[in-house]
Structures are given as structure tokens and as C-alpha cells.
Nanobody, 121 residues
């Protein structure tokens, strides 16, 4: 059973940076897709970024140019480097993985429990 464990969340001021990590457990081979989602209080969950098995990345328009998704090829650890953070980036951030596709609109099979990011103005 695949388990995803996020870390790296915290509280920073606007303009600051954070790096989130997602450690996968129970993974026998590399997922087709790994992704970051976020959900702010009162809002629906939204896709933030994806990376597929060949390293192709996609980003939500709201984070393009500020966030970078990457993956350690040896350990399959997923990262999200977040720069120039804004108060509207405040949310619970979730790591997700899937072996079928790399499209967060189609849903993801495996989810972490999330790590909280709070940005103060």
C-alpha cells in the first residue's frame, strides 16, 4: 500500500520561501505522476503542480514562476519549492500520486495527510 508523508510546512511572512517534501512509502516502482494540491479554508481543493515519470511538469497559473516541483530520482521523494509566497498561498498542501495518468482533473489514487502552510502579510 502506497503511503505519502508530507513535511516542510510552516508559517512565514509574505515574500518568504518554503520547501515541502513528500516521502513515498510502499512504492515498488515510480508512479506515473506525482502532484501537489492545496486546500484553503472554505475553498475547494486545487491542483498546484504535477510531475510525470519523465520529468514533465505542469503548474497552476496562480503559482507559475514562483513554485517549482521536482523529484529525487533515486528516492522518488517529491519536493515543492515555494518562493515569493503570498497570503493567498495559505492552505493545507497535499502530496498525491497515481500510476494511471498525470492529470489532476482526473483524480489521484494516493494521498498524503497534508502539511499546513501559513503566510502572513
Amino acid at each position: 500500500q502506497v503511503q505519502l508523508v508530507e513535511s516542510g510546512g510552516g508559517s512565514v511572512q509574505a515574500g518568504g520561501s518554503l520547501r515541502l517534501s513528500c516521502e513515498p512509502y510502499g512504492v515498488t516502482y515510480r508512479p506515473t505522476c506525482m502532484a501537489w494540491f492545496r486546500q484553503a479554508p472554505g475553498n475547494e481543493r486545487e491542483g498546484v503542480a504535477t510531475i510525470d515519470s519523465v520529468g514533465t511538469t505542469t503548474y497552476a497559473d496562480s503559482v507559475k514562476g514562483r513554485f517549482t516541483i521536482s523529484q529525487d530520482n533515486a528516492k522518488n521523494t517529491l519536493y515543492l519549492q515555494m518562493n515569493s509566497l503570498k497570503p493567498e498561498d495559505t492552505a493545507m498542501y497535499y502530496c498525491a500520486a497515481d500510476y494511471r495518468w498525470c492529470n489532476y482533473n482526473r483524480g489521484m489514487a494516493y494521498w498524503g495527510k497534508g502539511t499546513l502552510v501559513t503566510i502572513s502579510s
